[in-house]
């Protein structure tokens, strides 16, 4: 019987490169997951705040597969679900998801880059072919080691990697993920990626996940769902999302769900202070 799970080989490589990449894996559906993707698009005016995307900067919605049946399902997927069982544990949590529209480069970054945090993970579609020079995600293998004496360096030095080596951003070394629609790539959130030379409507969306917090840090967790606020949502989870949860899909939930209970006046708060909610 075919297994989805890990191997160790690949749960290796991943905790000594910080990323993984599946060519092909959701092949079959893809046609149906852009199909999902464009309607979720089209019922919020096609782009950023209701606004059509402009192409000049990154639009994104959050959450974003939660508001369809169908990309909510893909969390019950053994492709998707055993991606992130192997390696946050068979009690991981569904943090959120988000949907893009990038536009041109995406400067080198991490999604946090912090020493002890719970460990957490991205799964990103992309639903566009994307070649070295038209956008491919790059990472840098072995950059989410917080601690390690390369990571650290490169986390110093790769804003200013002009100055300081020599080199644009485009330059750096660095593994260039050449995509499909139906690929997936996973990636520790500490991992530096980039992208350069993309079109102006790169197609994306990601599910991201996290080890189950621990009772006594969970205070932690609520900070990271806050964080959320600057797009003006009231809890993490989408509606269709919860809807057609199973008991099996609701182990995934609950924990985000206890603790983004004061996500609405933090997004009170921000609103008295900002125009409109952030763009990612």
Aim: hydrophobic share 35%; net charge negative; charged share 25%.
């Amino acid at each position: 019987m075919e297994t989805t799970r890990l191997t160790h080989q690949q749960l290796a490589f991943f905790n000594t490169f910080g990323y993984l990449y599946f060519p092909g894996l959701l092949a079959d559906c893809v046609d149906k997951i852009i199909e999902e993707f464009e309607l979720i698009w089209a019922a919020h005016g096609g782009g950023h705040h209701g606004q059509t995307h402009d192409g000049q900067q990154r639009s994104c919605i959050l959450p974003f597969p939660d508001r369809s049946e169908y990309l909510s399902s893909l969390l019950d997927d053994p492709r998707i679900h055993d991606i992130a069982a192997s390696i946050c544990g068979d009690d991981f949590n569904y943090t959120s998801g988000d949907g893009n529209f990038y536009a041109g480069d995406t400067r080198w970054h991490s999604d946090g880059y912090q020493a002890g945090r719970i460990l957490s993970i991205k799964i990103a579609f992309y639903l566009d072919p994307l070649t070295r020079d038209s956008g491919a995600l790059r990472v840098i293998p072995g950059s989410h080691r917080v601690g390690d004496a390369f990571a650290d360096a490169v986390e110093r030095e790769i804003r200013e990697s002009g100055k300081i080596w020599g080199l644009k951003g485009h330059q750096a070394p660095a593994m260039i993920l050449e995509t499909t629609p139906g690929d997936i790539v996973v990636f520790n959130h500490n991992l530096k990626h980039a992208a350069f030379g993309g079109s102006e409507r790169r197609r994306m969306y990601t599910m991201n996940f996290s080890r189950r917090y621990p009772e006594d840090r969970l205070e932690e967790l609520r900070a990271v769902l806050g964080r959320e606020a600057r797009f003006w949502i009231d809890r993490i989870h989408g509606e269709a999302m919860i809807r057609t949860a199973g008991p099996e899909r609701m182990v995934h939930l609950e924990q985000v769900m206890a603790n983004d209970t004061h996500l609405a006046e933090l997004t009170r708060e921000l609103k008295k202070t900002m125009k409109e909610p952030a763009r990612g």
